[in-house]
């Protein structure tokens, strides 16, 4: 992925003494006026708009990603009018006709309330009744089935084989953490889990628990979060397979969850050996193991406590506007917005959320083109050339290595706009209307439980690689090491990552970015440790890999020399898969580019432009728990790494910008 950011507080012995720390000022705030492109480049493009730009109200930040993101969302809530403006117009299974009736089902507050729970209160009044430990159990992973639902144990995944890459498989889920490790694990954050707890209290007090009793449950979910996250693998080790792919068998499952009765809970969920299923893959076995250990009698009321606020906090959007109203509020002050979208907006993105896929088929008509496709597949092309000849160029990689290296690329999926084919849920899928008694709840779960029942018909099937989950309407570009594909929603091909109409050097600082970025996501710290087929292969010879993870030593160390305040530094190691599909990328633009000076200032100041972002502080406190370094970072790291951007604006030692050679962050 191309958005999102990333920092975290870390000890200053992790920085060499020949990289100074370079301060950077969030929204240029501390700046009396632009500095010069050698010594904040990053500020030198972008100063003038910051000092020109407020952050919405409604909003957590403002830049080209959000910009973009409301562009679209504008577009679907143009939909949505013309969907019920001529509704009469369309047959029940027409997409325009599905939209209608949800967004009138979203509309019918007084429906709403009297649904209460709907489809909900069984699985909640069944949470009620448990009286064991292996009642809860069994019961979870009975929910896990029916809904896709996971709470602390009994959900489960159906996925790629993340070894073998050929058929699915399933996934064991592990216990959720609420606000996650990384948020959870700064205490300067204090202020945030007040909120959290609250917002549990308010949701449990809702449901019907005493306010008192429910400030005391809020607060022991929040401390059971917090204790199983101080076990848990950080997200960037989850997205390491080395540390996160453990196949286990039914003997090594059963010892794992030694206080489970395993078999009848696989049997349960239709995941046993009854089914066919004869292996399982888990992500994290020390948090699960650690749950395991806690799994006692003593903490079964808290346990389903956490169930039963879970499965209706998953779903407070959809439920009476108090629930609705409550899950809003808590998203506004986690993130930093000033206020709400006024309801209708809320109401729209609410159905947008619901059909993305529905919503990308018309999307995907309305707002795309084979000229687009056509045009970037030409980009395509040229970043794939370019990148074959600086991996057959690289000095220390050994011919073998090479040759695998480009057989990845050979064989990469590329997919441009919109699925080739969609899932067939999507057309089973019939919205009751409100004049037939539908409600919004009960709508909403059917669609769920559709697209859940089309994940588990997977299971044990050949992997389908025209299969692309990401819609249309999408602002964003990925990589699947699963099966080796780069994708570019439909969504992100537009002004100002791509533009028609402008020059090739623009164009590469912008969509050319997403491209490469893309591309060296399948060599970086994670997408190399699989083949060409998306299977876990090391296809490295030992000198290679030997010499790779020095590279990756350096980049660690170099990204550890950002400091937004004091005590609080760019963490190298959360964000390096991200930072060397960043640092690939802009090499092998610069390559493309060439000697030509304008051109490359071209380039440069494009790759800026689309990275700036005017970030609340409460945001950046989320921001702080991702694998992306910060967008100030992530353009002024990769140009003090760049060779070309110091002859571009003739960088030189003492400016700001300059970092010697050797202590550039280099991955080719």
Request: proline residues 4%.
């Amino acid at each position: 992925m191309v958005l999102a950011a990333a920092c975290s507080a870390m000890a200053a012995d992790t920085k060499t003494a020949s990289l100074k720390d370079f301060h950077v000022h969030i929204n240029g705030d501390g700046m009396s006026k632009a500095p010069a492109a050698q010594d904040d480049f990053y500020l030198h493009v972008n100063y003038k708009w910051f000092r020109t730009h407020k952050i919405p109200a409604t909003d957590p930040d403002y830049g080209a990603f959000s910009i973009v993101g409301n562009r679209n969302i504008d577009r679907l809530s143009a939909i949505t009018k013309e969907c019920v403006k001529n509704r009469s117009k369309y047959k029940s299974s027409d997409d325009e006709a599905r939209i209608a009736g949800l967004r009138a089902c979203i509309a019918d507050i007084k429906g709403r309330e009297k649904a209460g729970l709907g489809g909900l209160a069984k699985p909640i009044a069944d949470i009620e009744k448990v009286s064991s430990l292996k009642e809860y159990a069994l019961l979870m992973a009975r929910l896990g089935k029916d809904y896709g639902i996971n709470c602390l144990v009994g959900g489960f995944s159906v996925m790629p084989d993340p070894i073998k890459a050929d058929r699915y498989v399933v996934g064991i889920e592990k216990p959720g953490l609420g606000l996650g490790k990384e948020f959870l694990s700064q205490p300067r954050n204090e202020e945030y889990f007040q909120y959290y707890r609250n917002y549990v209290r308010d949701i449990l007090t809702l449901y019907g628990m005493p306010k008192e009793k429910a400030d005391k449950t809020a607060k022991a979910i929040f401390a059971l979060q917090k204790d199983l996250s101080d076990h848990a693998l950080s997200k960037a080790e989850i997205d390491d397979p080395s540390k996160s792919t453990h196949k286990l068998d039914l003997k090594q499952f059963c010892a794992l969850y030694s206080n489970f009765d395993v078999p009848a809970m696989l049997k349960e969920a239709n995941i046993g050996p009854d089914n066919g299923v004869k292996s399982w893959y888990v992500q994290d076995p020390e948090l699960i193991k650690y749950f395991n250990s806690i799994y006692t009698p003593d903490r079964l009321q808290l346990f389903k406590d956490y169930a039963i606020f879970d499965l209706i906090g998953g779903n407070t959007s959809v439920l009476t506007k108090q629930y609705a109203d409550l899950s809003d509020e808590f998203d506004r002050k986690l993130s930093g917005a000033q206020k709400l979208k006024t309801a209708d907006k809320r109401a729209d993105e609410l159905c947008q959320g619901l059909m993305p896929l529905h919503y990308g088929r018309i999307y995907a008509k309305k707002y795309f083109d084979e000229k687009t496709r056509k045009e970037m597949r030409s980009y395509i092309d040229l970043v794939m050339s370019e990148y074959k000849k600086k991996l057959a160029a690289l000095s220390w990689m050994s011919p073998a290595t090479k040759k695998q290296a480009i057989k990845k690329l050979d064989t990469m999926i590329i997919r441009i706009g919109y699925p080739s084919k969609w899932p067939a849920y999507l057309d089973a899928y019939k919205v009751v209307p409100v004049k037939d008694g539908g409600t919004l709840i009960d709508n909403a779960l059917k669609l769920s439980q559709l697209s859940w029942q089309d994940a588990k018909n997977h299971l044990g099937k050949l992997v389908d690689r025209t299969e692309w989950s990401d819609p249309p309407q999408t602002v964003n570009a990925s990589y699947d090491p699963s099966d080796n594909s780069i994708n570019f929603p439909a969504g992100a091909l537009q002004p100002p990552f791509f533009d028609l109409k402008a020059d090739r050097d623009t164009n590469l600082g912008g969509i050319g970015m997403f491209i490469a970025h893309e591309m060296t996501h399948s060599f970086d710290s994670n997408g190399s440790q699989y083949d060409e087929n998306g299977a876990l292969r090391n296809w490295w010879t030992d000198s290679d890999k030997k010499e790779y993870s020095k590279r990756l030593a350096g980049i660690e160390r170099f990204y550890n020399r950002y400091m937004f305040q004091k005590g609080l530094y760019q963490d190298g190691k959360q964000t390096m898969s991200e930072n060397i599909a960043d640092l690939g990328s802009l090499s092998c633009l610069t390559d493309i580019v060439g000697d030509d000076i304008p051109g490359l200032k071209k380039l440069y100041t494009n790759f800026a432009r689309i990275w700036a972002d005017k970030i609340r502080d409460a945001y950046l406190r989320l921001m702080l728990t991702d694998v992306h370094s910060v967008p100030h970072v992530r353009v002024d790291a990769v140009m003090s790494s760049t060779d070309g951007f110091y002859k571009a604006f003739d960088v030189k030692p003492g400016d700001g910008m300059y970092v010697k050679p050797e202590d550039r962050a280099r991955l080719w």
